[in-house]
T-cell receptor, first 111, second 115 residues
Framework: KQEVTQIPAALSVPEGENLVLNCSFT??????LQWFRQDPGKGLTSLLL?????REQTSGRLNASLDKSSGRSTLYIAASQPGDSATYLC??????????FGTGTRLTIIP | EAGVVQSPRYKIIEKKQPVAFWCNPI?????LYWYLQNLGQGPELLIR????????DSQLPKDRFSAERLKGVDSTLKIQPAELGDSAVYLC?????????????FGPGTRLTVL
């Protein structure tokens, strides 16, 4: 069974700090991996998409890395802001073309 | 560019009643997905359409759930009859296609409460 694990489940950091969210998956045969954020009561917002041939992808203060062979991805957030508070979900697209989600990391940035 | 549109945003019904959700994908997106999200969990795929064809409905509980995508654009997901355990958020997403894996874009979801 293809599983996705996100650690930690929750994280609180002071504003301005850099932080790393972790994602691991059991099947290295993926097409790509997406990182999403979800605000309470809202849908998912796509942050970054990394293709299986890429090692990393950057958008503004966000940087996502992918190590397909070890089944890991990280999302790095630089200079965190209160507006970054949300739940962050990673989702690899496995070979069966199913986007499989982790349970997310709930991030709180303390002003 | 308009995003994925879903309606209604909220729905409260009594058990055994029918309910329907509607989704309008991003213009030009051939692939449409319906996901179910329970509280504190990540979304789980219910069904995937390539144009009008349902190419993956293995996770759709077909005894009470049905879906259609007429003309390959808008889609409707129906539950009949609804059960208490169906209370969840139903998310619609779309992408240009699945070949090579394309970015999926999600709508705001419909929050269903079954009493």
């Amino acid at each position: 069974k293809q599983e996705v694990t996100q650690i930690p489940a929750a994280l609180s950091v002071p504003e301005g700090e850099n932080l790393v969210l972790n994602c691991s998956f059991t099947d290295s045969a993926i097409y790509n991996l997406q990182w999403f954020r979800q605000d309470p009561g809202k849908g998912l917002t796509s942050l970054l998409l990394i293709q299986s041939s890429q090692r990393e992808q950057t958008s503004g203060r966000l940087n996502a890395s992918l190590d397909k062979s070890s089944g890991r991805s990280t999302l790095y957030i630089a200079a965190s802001q209160p507006g970054d508070s949300a739940t962050y979900l990673c989702a690899p697209l496995f070979g069966n073309e199913k986007l499989t989600f982790g349970t997310g990391t709930r991030l709180t940035i303390i002003p | 560019e308009a995003g994925v549109v879903q309606s209604p945003r909220y729905k409260i019904i009594e058990k055994k009643q029918p309910v329907a959700f509607w989704c309008n994908p991003i213009s030009g997106h051939n692939t449409l997905y319906w996901y179910l999200q329970n509280l504190g969990q990540g979304p789980e795929l219910l069904i995937r359409y390539e144009n009008e064809e349902a190419v993956d409905d293995s996770q759709l509980p077909k005894d009470r759930f049905s879906a259609e995508r007429l003309k390959g654009v808008d889609s409707t997901l129906k539950i009949q009859p609804a059960e208490l355990g169906d209370s969840a958020v139903y998310l619609c997403a779309s992408s240009l296609g699945t070949v090579g894996g394309n970015e999926q874009f999600f709508g705001p979801g419909t929050r269903l409460t079954v009493l």
